[in-house]
């Protein structure tokens, strides 16, 4: 059935949601929704804690809205390659979440993204991407190995915090800042070298990656703050500056 309210009907073609038709907005899903091949925007929790394991978002969409998707019971998912931009939370919480396909075309990944999405084994980010917002995937346990591709710049506040198995990470040298806590607690980390074109590194953004043996910190960095302490393990320091960086009493602190 179809009904028609004004800017908004229920269901189109028996695909269990209420969407904008003005804009081609879905604006609220079940478990059971089919998203129609015309929606281009998937509103705001839109589908929060609907039980699902899985659900086929079209390619025309180009927005997946904050919260759309939080507390899901998915456990994979394709974002197509015509959206540009994921909200913050927008699978915040989908606990049983094990794979995510990431498309070229998606500029920035928001705070709180993927934060807890505890069976998450790996993330290739692709170069389309710029930044990467604070605790984007905070607290994903799992996750063993994450691909950075060139042209990201910024890594944010406790992005990859409590990733308690990620045990390696290239950072391409296209990154120019690391945020505060941006791998704190990072325990399976064994080894980091600092692209040479940052030249901030967050206060913390190492701490307690007690595993971590080896760092290389690049000529571009002036100054380190609590950034590696309570990395117990900590076995090979490499400055690249003629002029060590000015370090703060706690910076390697034990």
């Known amino acids: 059935f179809c009904t028609i309210f004004s800017m908004y009907h229920v269901t189109r073609d028996q695909c269990n949601a209420i969407i904008e038709t003005k804009t081609n907005s879905l604006i609220l899903g079940c478990k059971n929704t089919t998203i129609p091949d015309e929606v281009k ?4 929790s839109a589908f929060s804690s609907c039980s699902f394991k899985s659900i086929l978002i079209p390619s ?9 998707f939080a507390w899901c019971n998915l456990t994979s998912i394709t ?10 939370d927008a699978f915040h919480g989908c606990y049983f979440l094990e794979s995510i396909i990431l498309n070229n075309g998606i500029t920035a990944i928001e705070d709180h993204s993927f ?8 993330i290739i980010i692709p170069d389309s991407v710029k930044t990467i917002g604070k605790e984007a995937f905070d607290d ?10 060139e042209g990201i710049t910024h890594i944010g506040d406790f992005t990859f915090r409590n990733c308690s198995n990620l045990q390696s990470i290239t950072l391409p ?20 070298n600092i692209p040479s ?10 701490e307690s990656c007690t595993n971590l043996s080896f760092v290389r910190i690049p000529s571009t960095v002036t100054s380190i703050a609590e950034t590696f302490q309570y990395c117990t393990g900590l076995a090979t320091l490499i400055i690249e500056a003629e002029t060590p960086p000015t370090l703060s009493s706690y910076a390697f602190s034990k």
């Open 41 to 44: 925007v998937i509103k705001e």
């Open 60 to 68: 025309n969409v180009i927005e997946i809205e904050d919260y759309a």
């Open 79 to 88: 974002i197509p390659k015509n959206v540009t931009h994921i909200g913050k």
């Open 115 to 122: 934060q807890y999405c505890e069976n998450l084994a790996s």
């Open 140 to 149: 994903c346990t799992s996750l063993v190995s994450v691909t950075l591709n």
């Open 173 to 192: 040298e296209s990154i120019v800042n690391i945020g505060k806590g941006a791998f704190e607690g990072c325990t399976s980390l064994t080894a980091i």
């Open 197 to 206: 074109n940052v030249s901030s590194i967050g206060d913390c953004a190492f």
